[in-house]
C-alpha cells in the first residue's frame, strides 16, 4: 500500500503538471489523504482533504471538478474542500491536541 503523504505528493505533481493554474492555487493550501472506515466488514476509504483559508475557498471551489475526476483516477473516493480558518476558530476542534503539526500548517495558511 502506498503512504497517505506519498499518495497527497502525487496527487499535487499530478494537478500542478496538467493543471498548472490549479496548482499554483493549491499551493497555497494544504492537502492530505485522510483515511476513514465504513460499512461491514469495514472497507476503508481514501479521499483527499484541501484546507484552505477563507479567502482562497470560493477560488479553489471553481475547480472541483477537476480534482474530483483526477483523485477518482488515482483511486480515491473524494475530494473534500475544509475551511482551515473555520476549523482553527472553531472551539470544539481537538486538531490541535490530536494533530499538532497540522494545526501549526493551518495557521500559517490563514495568516
Given at each position: 500500500?502506498i503512504?497517505?503523504?506519498?499518495?497527497?505528493?502525487?496527487?499535487?505533481?499530478?494537478?500542478?503538471?496538467?493543471?498548472?493554474?490549479?496548482?499554483?492555487?493549491?499551493?497555497g493550501?494544504?492537502?492530505?489523504?485522510?483515511?476513514?472506515?465504513?460499512?461491514?466488514?469495514?472497507?476503508?476509504?481514501?479521499?483527499?482533504?484541501?484546507?484552505?483559508?477563507?479567502?482562497?475557498?470560493p477560488?479553489?471551489?471553481?475547480?472541483?471538478?477537476?480534482?474530483?475526476?483526477?483523485?477518482?483516477?488515482?483511486?480515491?473516493?473524494?475530494?473534500?474542500f475544509?475551511?482551515?480558518?473555520?476549523?482553527?476558530?472553531?472551539?470544539?476542534?481537538?486538531?490541535?491536541?490530536?494533530?499538532?503539526?497540522?494545526?501549526?500548517?493551518?495557521?500559517?495558511?490563514?495568516?
Amino acid at each position: 500500500m502506498i503512504s497517505e503523504d506519498i499518495l497527497a505528493q502525487e496527487f499535487m505533481r499530478v494537478v500542478t503538471h496538467y493543471y498548472p493554474k490549479v496548482g499554483e492555487l493549491l499551493d497555497g493550501c494544504y492537502v492530505k489523504v485522510i483515511s476513514s472506515y465504513w460499512g461491514r466488514p469495514p472497507k476503508r476509504l481514501r479521499y483527499i482533504g484541501i484546507y484552505c483559508s477563507e479567502k482562497m475557498m470560493p477560488d479553489v471551489q471553481t475547480h472541483k471538478e477537476i480534482l474530483r475526476e483526477l483523485a477518482e483516477n488515482m483511486g480515491l473516493v473524494q475530494v473534500v474542500f475544509l475551511n482551515a480558518t473555520r476549523l482553527l476558530r472553531d472551539p470544539m476542534s481537538n486538531v490541535k491536541r490530536i494533530h499538532p503539526r497540522l494545526w501549526l500548517d493551518l495557521h500559517w495558511l490563514t495568516t
